[in-house]
């Protein structure tokens, strides 16, 4: 259950995201916030990016839902750390959450650490997890006009990934309506057409992301 | 922004959906809410529920959104009264701004109302709106493992549509294990495959849906 909340909450969250950030820059790990509906394919993704990244970087995983650990379990049976969130019934991961899962995890033995954020294109804008970048998936079954009605996610992701791509004929998905919506929302976000069960399109997307590792490695991170 | 809220807040809710549900009866509107993530085609779902039943039933439609006005467009552009709520950031909708919507509708002249929620599958699940049943819609490309992760939304609805079902071949969607999972998380709600978009399926739930308008009206309203 919600409601608009205090901005007591989220100076708290903040407070540990900041604390959570400085930990992740002292540790040397990279840490992406991954955002999506329920079903757009974010475990896929992040076993995309485990696959194309994982021979370069030391990859782990924080899954966060409701309720379950089938995410955790599908990301372990491929040998990478994966620790999983229940939240109860909150639609969203916060910063104290982030921090116990982190405490299982041995932090300096990592390049990259991926969090699944709850399924939601609400809740979970509001929230700094202390990560580097926030990142969110776009499905294509789930339609172009996603951005006029949840602008707040498109607004705070660096990055856009829209899967499910091999089923834009299927769809009646306007690709150039929705490049034109986040490109007013978000004029710096690439987008990144994919299938990630398929790995269409996956390179790209770790090409970048492996960019920002190296500009954060290198002390130009934003 | 969203957090774990006060009993309070819940009861204020539960107290207008009772005023909410007692506005309804007395003027003789079956009210329904559609819950669903975003782009599992709840607008789609309600033009198929129109085309059913618009020439049996006088309907009006209430579109929740955290912002744009695009589905009530959709709706009214088929002849039908469509009131549109923005949540600012809200994930659901709560049964004052039911109260509000309505106030702008001629109740005594409507069979049917049709409440769109936000596209959510945690929050709407625990704010009453007055309503005489919730349903929600799991689309295909979502995938079955959903009711493992919001088993909530499953327990909550007295009916559960499965919207793209003409994809069903081409995701990965195990049926047989969806219908155990939900079955057992709400053994009385009745699973009905639908492509909305292409009005395959329809008429079962629309059938559905006419039994228990009719119910209603014959006083034995669950």
Redesign the interface.
């Known amino acids: 259950?919600?409601?608009?909340?205090a901005k007591g909450?989220?100076e708290k969250n903040d407070g540990l995201a900041a604390e959570n950030r400085r930990m992740f820059a002292e540790s040397g790990v990279f840490v992406v916030d991954l955002m999506a509906?329920?079903?757009?394919g974010k475990t896929s993704t992040i076993l995309a990016t485990i696959a194309a990244l994982r021979d370069r970087y030391r990859i782990a995983v924080i899954e966060g839902?409701?309720?379950?650990r089938?995410?955790a379990e599908k990301i372990s049976a491929h040998g990478i750390p994966a620790v999983q969130i229940n939240t109860g019934?909150?639609?969203?991961l916060e910063s104290d959450m982030i921090r116990r899962a982190v405490a299982t995890l041995d932090l300096v033995e990592l390049d990259l650490l991926i969090i699944e954020n709850?399924?939601?294109?609400?809740?979970p804008t509001?929230?700094d997890l202390g990560e580097n970048a926030k990142v969110m998936i776009l499905?294509v079954?789930?339609?172009h006009?996603?951005p006029?009605?949840?602008?707040?996610i498109f607004q705070v992701a660096e990055a856009v990934i829209l899967n499910?791509y091999d089923?834009v004929s299927?769809f009646?998905f306007d690709e150039a309506e929705f490049r034109e919506v986040v490109g007013s929302l978000n004029p710096a976000a690439p987008i990144f057409p994919m299938a990630a069960?398929k790995g269409d399109g996956v390179d790209a997307w770790a090409a970048w992301l492996t960019d920002r590792i190296e500009a954060a490695r290198a002390g130009e991170s934003a």
Chains 1, 2 share one sequence.
């Open positions: 259950m919600r409601v608009d909340i909450i989220l509906s329920p079903g757009a839902d409701i309720a379950s089938v995410d019934g909150a639609c969203h709850v399924g939601n294109l609400v809740c509001d929230f499905s079954p789930e339609g006009d996603k006029y009605k949840y602008p707040n499910k089923t299927f009646d069960t």
